[in-house]
């Protein structure tokens, strides 16, 4: 492989499985919302 | 019964919504389009789309979904008819049903295919066979009334088979069949597609055959990703980019909307979009990258697969090269190949039951088993054709027609809805309630104006493609239509022969050579003809072609001109063959003579078939909106009664 062929790759891979990783960390680490019931009837549309 | 169904898991939904975006097309379109796309070029369009087409219509839709479905509609046309309080709309939130019927219908046999091919992998039954051989496996398995394993009607058996897993899963319930489907079912994709990408990767020229120079992984990968910047300048790339964003992300189908009415009024939907949609991402770009196109260069060569790569690989090229890797590791190769690519299709094909299903529950009242099965059983009647008579054309006019044209016309119009009738300041307020993550701003006016100006783009560009997508001819004036256009479809302009429902005589589709006739082991006569080419032979008498001629000069030893098949058909018995071995024909000149029912009934009728499915909705969204107007009159004189 060419050098820029292994860095556009090796890049992209990396930033790809690093965002996607982030978001599902953060939806791990969220706590679940407890207030959607009381919430619902509050709600102005 | 009410439709009071919601997700048990956060983790549940968002592996949900990442199957239904995960699917055939991750692994099979997407390295196609790189390859025809600039190589790794074509990553800055597609990742540039993404972020401004992708991300805002994941919002849209997600946004769309809870909405609705906090209003108790779990389907499209009500959805629209409760953002747009205009009539007109919930019509075209017909698409939203009907083109998960559609695709669904075709969808479910692309499934029973890698549900047979893991079957017929375990079994090892392409073990031994030449490349021609696995490839001429495919075509027999999808002639009805052939049969591969002695079960009769075998095609149509694993279709049933399919379905009705399909149906099954559906009737057991959101949390009790999808949610559990999805939790195992993408794990088990993501630890196949890894292996496999990791034999992708490290497989370099251990396995070349003798004498191929260029039968490397690592060509592939380097073809996959080498920067050819000049392409960034051609409209096609961009187009392919955005086409692909679209397609891989499972939006304009009405399923994202339908998975997102389930979600409780407050919690998160930006959060989840981009953790369903990254995960997309992730498998497409890490994992599909890394399989298809690095294995088939690593043993058939760089030129094979540049001439050759398309959908077909998965079937027909890809059990051949895994019977290289020896019994036992082929064998587990080809069921983790055919595994991951069942799981990413039923994970697809299930969430395309839910706006039917959420649809008849919410309008007419039915049960879940009751709205599962009248689905299984309308997929079965519209899917049957695709079955059939899929070598006559009707699987491929119901892609174009349900699995494309649909898909952008919807996400078009559900796009203007969202930023222009509901108000982007509404829409968003109504994104951000109960967001886990900070939405940025500058996403508001990308959301109104550019992404549905960049669909605006992607369904022009549709209409009238220009021919051999040659953009920078048709923008210097030459502009004729190529015939997968959506005009060019109309009006049939690919069909070149055989322009007729019946006929007496078949016509040659092209000019060249018959080099042979034969009685194929399914009881047709075969005639295939060749054209003249320049190819050549590797050591291990694999046909590979030419396409640069620096190439050419490098390998000259081996160069030779020769003929290579370019259409194969096949007649029945009692058709009468008109031409022999060596005859030199042209095109529209008489193969055979009989009672001929040309491609072109088959798809006439394919249209005709998704034409009486989408008014037959339309009925029903007639019939439902009467059915409110009705309960809302009832309503209203039961309070003006207790007030008397």
Known sequence: ?45 | MANSDSWGTRVGLILAMAGNAVGLGNFLRFPVQAVQNGGGAFIIPYLVCFLIMGIPLLWIEWTMGRYGGRKGNHSTPFILDEMTRLKFWKYFGVFGIFTNIGVAAYYCYIESWTLAYVYHSVMQTFAGGTQEEVSNFFVQYTTVGYSTTGIPFESIIFYVICLALNTWILSQGLQGGIEKVAKVGVPLLLIFGAFLAVKGITLGDSNAPDGCTDCNSLLGLNFLWEPQLDSLLSPSVWLAAAGQIFFTLSVGMGTIHCYSSYVRANDDIALNAMSAGWMNGFVEIVLGASIVIPIAVGYLGLDWVVENAGFSMAFQTMPYLFTQWGTYLGTIAGGFWFGLLFFAGITSSLAMGTPWMGFMRDEFGWGQKKAAWSFGGIILLVGMPTVLFFQQGVFDEYDYWAGTVSLVVFALAESIIFGWRFGIDRGWKELSRGSDIKIPNFYKPITKYVTPIMLLIVFLSALITPKDNNWEAAFKGNWELDASSIIGKIQNKGIVANKTWFSEYFESELSGEVTEIAVGVTGKTRVQISSQAQFYKDGAGNPRKIYSESKKEELADVIYDSLVVSKTYRFDKKQEILVKEGDQIELRDHLAKGSFIHNMFYTDMAKLLLTLLFLFICYLVFKATKRRERALRDQLDSEGTKND
């Not at chain 1, 492989?1 to 978001?23: C, D, K, P, R």
């Open chain 1, 1 to 45: 492989m060419t050098t820029s062929a292994l860095i556009m790759m090796i890049s992209v891979q990396l930033i790809v499985t690093g965002i996607t990783g982030y978001f599902f960390f953060k939806v791990l680490n969220t706590p679940p919302k407890t207030d959607n019931n009381d919430l619902d009837e509050l709600i102005d549309d």
